[in-house]
């Protein structure tokens, strides 16, 4: 019906006569106000909207926007991070992913990852349950992710790269988008989108359902629902507000089949959030905003093992939230200066009683102060300085530097000289560690502990970079080689019997080349990310850290996307993505071997009942299965085989 | 006193050299605001002083509620709409000089307005000066978007005109109803180059720029639009005539004028501006020149009405 109605709405014209007729019918209206070219428009792409022009960011920045994200033809937001050169995606369970760069591990992160400034990372593993985002790839607009440390921006947990998550405005998806994939393995998505404007309220609400059965041999399927609503509203010519909130919860296949002690079972999680955000911008590039957000992370487990008799009943509970405050301020006091400042109060709770062995919540309190400039003092050089000074009830006080120099030798022709460092606090987990399991009739097993009090990690980068462009033909390219040094890395030590304890004081060094590669022209798009890593100098108290450490990361990995907009509505994509062989930390040692995985994406727009359709096949991973992650080399049940998935999708707007 | 001084020296001049246009000019001049807000103090102000420096006839500006006293004017000046439509309803029906009113506005009034003398200088620019705009700030841009409604639906042509003379396509697009803008505006955006921001109370106004910037943005394609506040929101270039430019030249009509006042036929701008947001131009990675020299070289080259 609806449809029905803005078909007539729309009328196609190459410029003909009809317009003309137009104005008589609707003589009746109020006519244009001169307010319309004299009066206020209210601020809509401030700086924090703009993307920073790659040129000009004080660090190796990849962006990747919307048409990219579709192309691609991934499902998980994680897995668009195949495009960011140097970052590594693996599937450590089908509902398990595993975004890194560098030091590439199964529990515990070391990334900085923010949905519209949200900080979406585990305060009790620092690691981002992809899965249970309530964000799902429809809503985002781009993904800005920083190759490198930027703590002095974006505080705890940037340590080896920040990515960050932009969501669109409502007002860019007025209508209702339903959408419904079907494929490998068992897939069964559906979402249902609906944004519009009430009572001064540009708003959005999307619902999902997301289904799979995840690897043939393993116990990890998903089946989650989420919701999530945005707001925005200007409130005068020069203040918006921005409310959010989302929800996802559902069962995740977690344990092994056969293994008594951590048996196949389901996981009933929720995370959810609100968000309010405040934004005064009386110019384009004067801003100050405030946000507060609650967000939570629930886990119930609970499964018998029969290793004892009588037969125990183990459960595993696992709660986290976050409190956050944030007032930052940009200002420009000269034409050629930008400066950003601000503050934060964050509040990490932690009640995990089989993991931190006490019934007892955990805090974590954060203090932090902030300050970036930007300095031009010639037109062919940026200058950006920056500090952060975080204070935490963990590690206390800690700055965090960085320094970068851009000399654009040529318009689009810069180089780029830059010194970062970073910590990371321990998360609660390997904080505090006390992870016993106690069966009945036979004495408590202790599995993980935390004897010492861990100092933050720390990471000291250098980076030189060359960036380069063609505007005219929409090709831009960088290339950086940098050295990272990190220090007191922690890692867990088996100290025999079974038990785990987590040490500080490893180091190791990695160096490396990054480079990329975009094109954009026309209907063609063409994405080329390669690194190459070397780790040298590895070592440290823990056992076989040298060991470890050396081979946690693959040492190329590349990930290319060619798509192209065909006439008749029709899109083609191709993706093409490798890694070299690895032993990631976390994954029991298992040896992963190189892969290249091949992607392939068919989709044909149409016109349906006035509204727009679309039909896309997706093939993932066309050639041989390939070992992902998890390979055990005698029980097949820890195999993590990606065989070729057949993914179709139907999304219809209106 | 510099009146005083002012009108002196006309009258020497023009016992000198005998009546020139001064004397043709009306004597009472009554300037009608739509609202007592700055922007129509700024006209009145600078559109007095325009007059007086000429040592010319005796300026009354009257606020909305005082309309009344506009009837026996030997011309009205109507600052805005609201004032426009108060003067066609004075009786006895002085002659009237619309300003800061969009054409489309005026054209409405006009059809209503009967046998009355009425005249006008729109705030739009005339289409040949926005494209020589597109040309200047972006030379190699060759289709131009549109999204025409009811009302900016009458300059198609005239927008088609002038994007042929300047060997560019337009991609256009009309519609009835605002739920179909983005719609259209995404399958515009999916051909031009660039978006032409043309003001209609359907399609582009204040209520819709934000979804229109920000679709334009997410697009990659600049917005041209047809006012400063729409520039510093997130357009990229605009050209743009202020209160006090309009006032400028409905100074030199009225001064021109013979009495009775003869109206010249309605009009756009003679002084302009050129606004540009250096912010959206570096992060679209799209260089633009500045707003100086842009607006020089539409001064000199097909930017006259």
């Known amino acids: 019906m609806q449809g029905e109605r803005r078909g007539r709405g729309i009328r196609r014209l190459t410029v003909s006569l009809c317009l003309l007729a137009g104005p008589l019918a609707h003589a009746e209206q109020t006519p244009l106000s001169e307010a319309e070219f004299l009066g206020e428009v209210p601020m809509v792409l401030t700086v924090s909207r703009l993307a920073q022009p790659v040129q000009d960011a004080p660090s190796a920045v990849t962006v990747i926007d919307r048409e990219t994200l579709l192309a691609s033809g991934f499902r998980e937001i994680a897995d668009v991070m195949r495009l960011v050169p140097g970052f590594y995606v693996g599937y450590a369970a089908g509902n398990d992913v595993i975004v890194a760069h560098g030091l590439t591990n199964a529990y515990f992160g070391r990334l900085q990852v923010l949905v519209d400034g949200r900080s979406v990372y585990t305060p009790a593993w620092g690691q981002v349950r992809w899965s249970m985002l309530p964000v799902t790839l429809e809503e985002v607009d781009r993904i800005e992710v920083t190759r490198g440390p930027n703590a002095a921006s974006y505080g705890a947990n940037s340590f080896t790269g920040i990515i960050n998550i932009i969501t669109r405005h409502p007002a860019q998806d007025k209508g209702t988008l339903l959408s419904a994939t079907t494929g490998d393995p068992d897939l069964r998505d559906g979402f249902l989108r609906h944004a519009g404007r009430w009572a001064g309220w540009d708003f959005r609400i999307s619902a999902g359902h997301r289904e799979d059965s995840g690897f043939a041999a393993r116990n990890d399927s998903q089946h989650t629902d989420s919701l999530l609503v945005r707001g925005d509203r200007l409130l005068n010519a020069t203040d918006s507000l921005q409310v959010q909130a989302g929800w996802r919860g559902g069962r995740l296949g977690v344990g092994w089949f056969g293994d008594p002690l951590d048996l196949a079972r389901d996981r009933h999680a929720a995370t959810g959030f609100a968000q309010f955000r405040w934004q005064r911008n009386t110019r384009p590039d004067d801003e100050l905003a405030v946000q507060f957000y609650y967000s939570f992370d629930r886990n119930r487990e609970a499964f018998v093992t029969r290793v004892s008799n009588p037969p125990t009943t183990l459960r595993l509970v696992e709660d986290a939230e976050r409190y956050d405050l944030e007032i930052q301020r940009i200002e420009v006091p000269t034409p050629t200066l930008r400066l950003v400042w601000g503050a934060s109060l964050r509040h990490d709770r932690v009640h995990a009683p089989a993991y931190l062995g006490t019934d007892a919540t955990r805090l974590n309190r954060l203090q932090r102060l902030f300050g970036h400039a930007e300095w031009r003092p010639a037109a062919s050089l940026t200058l950006n300085a920056g500090a952060m000074v975080e204070h935490n009830d963990l590690t206390g006080t800690d700055p965090a530097p960085r320094l970068a120099a851009t000399w654009h030798v040529l318009r689009d022709h810069s180089l780029r000289l830059g010194f970062s460092q970073a910590q990371r606090t321990p998360t609660l987990l390997e904080y505090a560690a006390d992870y016993k399991i106690v069966l009945n009739g036979l004495p408590p097993f202790q599995w993980y502990l935390s004897p010492e009090r861990l100092p933050p990690e720390r990471i000291t980068s250098r980076e030189l970079a060359y960036l380069g462009a063609v505007p005219r033909l929409g090709l831009s390219w960088d290339v950086r080689l940098y050295e990272d040094r990190i220090r007191d890395v922690i890692l867990a030590d088996a100290i025999g019997g079974g038990t785990w304890i987590f040490r500080s004081g490893n180091w190791f060094t990695r160096r490396g080349i990054e480079t990329q590669l975009a094109w954009h022209l026309g209907p063609t798009r063409l994405h080329l990310a390669h690194a190459f890593v070397q780790i040298r100098d590895t070592g440290g108290p823990v056992k076989n850290a040298e060991r470890d450490l050396y081979r946690t990361d693959p040492r190329h990995t590349f990930g290319g996307l060619v798509a192209h907009r065909f006439p008749h509505g029709i899109e083609a994509s191709l993706g093409y993505y490798y890694y070299d062989d690895m032993t990631p930390l976390g994954n029991g040692g298992d040896y992963i071997r190189a892969y290249s995985r091949r992607d392939l994406r068919l989709a044909k727009r149409f016109r349906l009942d006035g509204g727009q359709a679309e039909l896309a096949l997706v093939a993932q991973n066309v050639g041989a299965p390939y070992r992902d992650f998890m390979w055990d080399a005698v029980k097949p049940e820890q195999r993590n085989e990606f065989t070729r998935r057949t993914l179709v999708t139907f999304k219809a707007e209106f | ?305």
């Open chain 2, 1 to 305: 006193m510099t009146g005083l001084i002012l009108w002196l020296a006309r009258l020497c001049l023009v016992l000198a050299f005998g009546a020139g246009p001064a004397f043709a000019a009306p004597s009472s001049v009554a300037v009608l605001l739509s609202d007592e807000a700055p922007l129509y103090q700024e006209f009145a102000q600078r559109f007095q002083n325009e007059l007086l420096s000429r040592g010319a006839m005796s300026v009354t500006v009257l606020p909305p509620a005082a309309a009344g006293e506009a009837a026996r004017a030997d011309l009205v000046v109507s600052v805005g709409v609201r004032a426009t439509e108060q003067a066609l309803r004075l009786e006895p029906a002085p002659p009237v000089l619309a300003v800061l009113l969009p054409r489309a506005s005026f054209l409405k009034l006009r059809a209503k307005a009967g046998a009355r003398a009425l005249s006008a200088i729109f705030l739009d620019q005339p289409p040949g000066r926005r494209f020589a705009l597109i040309a200047e700030a972006f030379p190699e841009v060759r289709r131009v978007g549109v999204v025409l409604g009811p009302e900016s639906a009458a300059e198609a042509r005239s927008l088609q005109a002038a994007a042929r003379e300047r060997g560019m396509i337009l991609v256009a697009e009309r519609i009835d109803e605002e739920e179909a803008l983005l719609a259209a505006l995404k399958r515009v955006l999916s051909e031009a180059d660039v978006l032409l921001a043309v003001p209609d109370s359907l399609v582009f106004n204040r209520n819709t720029a934000q979804a229109i910037l920000l679709t334009s943005y997410r697009a990659q394609k600049p917005v041209v639009a047809y006012s400063q506040a729409y520039v510093q929101a997130g357009a990229l270039v605009a050209v743009y005539s202020t209160p006090a430019q309009i006032a400028q030249q409905a100074a030199e009509i009225v001064y021109g004028l013979g009495t009775p006042p003869a109206l010249p036929a309605a009009q756009y701008p003679k002084y302009f501006s050129v606004a540009v947001n250096a912010q959206v131009a570096r992060s679209l990675g799209i260089p633009v020149e500045s707003e100086r020299v842009l607006l020089e070289r539409l001064m000199g080259a097909g930017g006259r009405p």
